[in-house]
């Protein structure tokens, strides 16, 4: 079965300070997919990235950027230069290719808070 | 592109009444699916339609759940007989078959009283 650890549940960093958000993931396969998502006070997700199993290149976008090892089977998400905006909670997910079906298997979270 | 809709956004109901929800995809999305996320929790999978099949369903959802994608296209959540446990947050997201990443809805939060 498959699983997703977010072993932070909460951190809170003072704006401008960089953050890294852990994920550790557990499967079986050998073809699968990472996310992150964003989900903001108001509660919508907001889909930020997926990786697949066979692309170990780190990925960056603007002030994010992913750090995915196979070898450790983590999936870490790095902020860099905090805002207040960028408060929310962040989901790790996994999804494993089951006959067109994706679902997404989910972490617990990690809740984020800048501190201006 | 409108993005995923979801109706009604709140829902408070007395324990044992039967409550209905309805999730409208991006319209070009064949595939959908429903996702619970109780407080403090990541989502959990309930069930997912390809097109107006529905083809996997979790162990989550008893009997007092049923699911319905009419013609493939909005696709309705049904909860009979209300329970306290009942009271989450109720998502729904779809995709096409050529990616991956799900959009998400901005759910129905239901409250059983």
């Known amino acids: 079965a498959q699983k997703v650890t977010q072993a932070q549940t909460e951190i809170s960093v003072v704006e401008k300070e960089d953050v890294t958000l852990d994920c550790v993931y557990e499967t079986r396969d050998t073809t699968y997919y990472l996310f992150w998502y964003k989900q903001p006070p108001s509660g919508e997700l907001v889909f930020l990235i997926r990786r697949n199993s066979f692309d170990e290149q780190n990925e960056i976008s603007g002030r994010y950027s992913w750090n995915f090892q196979k070898s450790t089977s983590s999936f870490n998400f790095t902020i860099t230069a905090s805002q207040v905006v960028d408060s929310a909670v962040y989901f790790c997910?996994?999804?494993?290719?089951?006959?067109?079906?994706?679902?997404?298997?989910f972490g617990t979270g990690t809740r984020l808070t800048i501190i201006p | 592109d409108t993005g995923v809709s979801q109706d009604p956004r709140h829902k408070i109901t007395k324990r044992g009444q039967n409550v209905t929800f309805r999730c409208d995809p991006i319209?070009?999305?064949?595939?959908l699916y429903w996702y619970r996320q109780t407080l403090g929790q990541g989502p959990e999978f309930l069930t997912y339609?390809?097109?107006?099949?529905?083809?996997?369903k979790s162990r989550l959802l008893s009997d007092r759940f049923s699911a319905e994608r009419p013609k493939g296209s909005f696709s309705t959540l049904e909860i009979q007989r209300t329970e306290q446990g009942d009271s989450a947050m109720y998502l729904c997201?779809?995709?096409?078959?050529?990616?991956?990443?799900?959009?998400f809805g901005p759910g129905t939060r239901l409250t059983v009283t």
């Open positions: 997201a779809s995709t096409t078959g050529e990616v991956y990443e799900q959009y």
């Open positions: 319209s070009e999305h064949n595939r």
């Open positions: 997910a996994l999804s494993e290719t089951n006959f067109g079906n994706e679902k997404l298997t």
């Open positions: 339609f390809q097109n107006e099949a529905q083809l996997e």
